[in-house]
Nanobody
Framework: QAPLVESGGGSVQAGGSLTLSCGPV???????MAWFRRPQGVDPEAVAV????????YYADSVKGRFTITQDSAKETLYLQMNRLKPEDTAMYYC?????????????????WGQGTQVTVSS
């Protein structure tokens, strides 16, 4: 499969918004797609997960109500809309995909990963 490539990271002030993109993602191959983040020196954590049908979604408590994960099958793209960003959202964000169900929250369950895109939120 083609490697996943993220884009859309950057530096914003607290309260701002960013939209991360990742592709190509193929729902007929990948059953679960996720965004993980890894603050410096910390293990990666699942931020948002979506199943291939979009019926199942998970959000970390820290981002509920602020982040939205979506996928566009026609564009083969996964998105993470991030609103009301906080300094604690600062991290390297990774797109990941798994061919297995049910969707897991552990990084080890995801076989394909992007190189990451940095998000920095200043206060």
């Amino acid at each position: 499969q083609a490697p996943l490539v993220e884009s859309g990271g950057g530096s914003v002030q607290a309260g701002g918004s960013l939209t991360l993109s990742c592709g190509p993602v193929w729902p007929n191959v990948w059953k679960c797609m996720a965004w993980f983040r890894r603050p410096q020196g910390v293990d990666p954590e699942a931020v948002a997960v979506i199943s291939d049908t979009g019926d199942s979604r998970y959000y970390a408590d820290s981002v509920k109500g602020r982040f939205t994960i979506t996928q566009d099958s026609a564009k083969e793209t996964l998105y993470l809309q991030m609103n009301r960003l906080k300094p604690e959202d600062t991290a390297m964000y990774y797109c990941a995909a798994s061919a297995s169900l049910p969707c897991e929250l552990q990084a080890a369950a995801y076989r394909s990963w992007g190189q990451g895109t940095q998000v920095t939120v200043s206060s």
